[in-house]
């Protein structure tokens, strides 16, 4: 009878973890769906029914960075003082609203103020929380497959809604993409945002309900006053693991910025048509799915700034090869190979960023703080990349500007690689954490 009520209990513990994990995973990449998961894979379409610039959008990714920049900050340490799930929720209903209003096609005005209200709602009182969930969930012994499921499984969730999303659109459009209007795109894009914008929201509600009184999940929380808030950020900003997660981050996050145009890569300059190009991008995406656990495996097996290293190596390679311009319509192997080497490398770091904070001793109360500095800095790409690549394919059309593009990128990752190798040596292994 005691054995039954154990093994029940076990049973019964491990469904709760994942759940947990499944909701974690369903809110952690739904909340980017709309801001950007939907524009890199319709890059082509989103510049042609807005009536946007390379450049002009990179503007409204710059507007969500700056605000994104503020609520890093202040947003951290809301995550050590109230429960996730409220916090994200409520996140995910304020961003869902913003596609209702996106689906009006406001002016240039009106959607810059749009990803300024973006930033707030999915980085404000989402991102930390997030993070501080998984890093619980994990525990001491499994931060690698804890962000490695994490961030496998957002790959999964974006996988889907893009593949969802060029479903809605080629079932409205009836007749071929080439010779579809700009009014019949700008319908079918409609569809697309109505639908997602109801399914973020519906999983924003299911983050209650679902995980309602679960302690893991809902961790202690302290009530801290400003001293104590101000004297948590000053401990964190002293340990130097934090400082170089920064720069490994910044440049880590550079690579990521890059995948919004590898969509517009395949349909300039390799000649594919816009939904072709599309099903690239959300392709890409699945190939997330199964780097995020294997990098996570391994991350737990050797150590997460080992991978990191590696990664940045991988992330060089391809980016040289692209910025080299041997890549041409007549050599799509050369460009498939390259292509998802490349995603490789820069996939990989979405479950390294975090797992990393345990190797690098920062302690658990100070998760969401830590998270909130890193971040302030590490997600800085948001600012500054999207109207940096704006310029350099505006300025210079066709496949050189995409060059400049990966060319900037193979700079970053070199830095990132050195950062790297300095967080490996100051961070001794099978140490007490």
């Given at each position: 009878m005691i054995s039954f009520t154990v093994n029940s209990t076990i049973i019964l513990s491990k469904g709760k973890k994942a759940i947990q994990i499944t909701l974690l995973v369903l809110a952690g990449e739904a909340i980017f769906i709309l801001p950007f998961v939907l524009a890199r894979i319709f890059r082509p379409t989103v510049l042609d029914v807005f009536k946007l610039t390379n450049l002009e959008l990179g503007t409204c990714f710059s507007v969500y960075g700056t605000v994104a920049f503020v609520s890093y900050f202040f947003g951290g340490s809301f995550a050590d003082k109230y429960q996730p799930r409220y916090l994200m929720a409520i996140s995910l209903i304020f961003t869902a609203l913003g596609g209702i209003y996106m689906s009006t096609y406001p002016s240039f005005f009106g959607l810059t103020m749009l990803y300024g209200y973006w930033g707030f709602t999915t980085i404000f009182l989402f991102w930390a929380a997030m993070i501080k969930a998984t890093r619980v969930w994990g525990g001491k012994l499994q931060q690698?497959?804890?962000?490695?499921?994490?961030?496998?499984?957002?790959?999964?969730?974006?996988?889907?809604?893009?593949?969802?999303?060029?479903?809605?659109?080629?079932?409205?459009?009836?007749?071929?993409?080439?010779?579809?209007?700009?009014?019949?795109?700008?319908?079918?894009?409609?569809?697309?945002?109505?639908?997602c914008s109801g399914i973020i929201a519906f999983i924003g509600v299911l983050l209650i309900?679902?995980?309602?009184?679960?302690?893991?999940?809902?961790?202690?929380?302290?009530?801290?006053?400003?001293?104590?808030?101000?004297?948590k950020y000053l401990e964190v900003i002293k340990i130097p693991s934090v400082w170089l997660l920064m720069i490994i981050i910044l440049c880590a996050y550079t690579g990521y910025k890059i995948t919004d145009v590898h969509s517009q890569y395949a349909n300039e300059v390799m000649g594919y048509n816009e939904s072709d190009a599309a099903a690239i991008g959300s392709n890409l995406l699945g190939i997330r799915v199964l780097i995020g656990i294997a990098v996570g495996l391994l991350a737990d097996k050797t150590r997460s700034s080992f991978m990191m290293m590696i990664c940045f190596g991988i992330s060089i390679v391809g980016s040289l090869i692209f910025a080299s311009g041997v890549i041409a319509p007549n050599t799509s192997m050369l460009f498939w190979f390259t292509i998802i080497s490349l995603a490789t490398g820069v996939y990989a770091f979405r479950t390294l960023y975090f797992s990393a904070i345990q190797e690098g001793e920062i302690p658990l109360q100070v998760t969401g703080t830590a998270v909130g500095l890193i971040s302030l800095i590490g997600f800085t790409p948001d600012i500054f990349m999207g109207p940096a690549m704006g310029f350099l394919i505006d300025n210079s059309p066709g496949e050189l500007g995409f060059q400049k593009v990966f060319l900037m990128l193979a700079i970053f990752a070199l830095i990132g690689l050195l950062a790297s190798v300095v967080f490996y040596r100051i961070n001794k292994p099978n140490r007490t954490l």
């Open positions: 690698g497959i804890a962000f490695g499921l994490l961030d496998g499984g957002r790959g999964l969730v974006s996988f889907v809604f893009g593949w969802l999303g060029i479903l809605i659109f080629s079932w409205v459009i009836v007749d071929e993409i080439e010779t579809a209007t700009l009014l019949e795109r700008k319908q079918a894009y409609t569809y697309v945002l109505l639908i309900v679902l995980i309602k009184n679960d302690p893991s999940i809902e961790m202690t929380v302290e009530k801290t006053t400003t001293h104590q808030l101000l004297k």
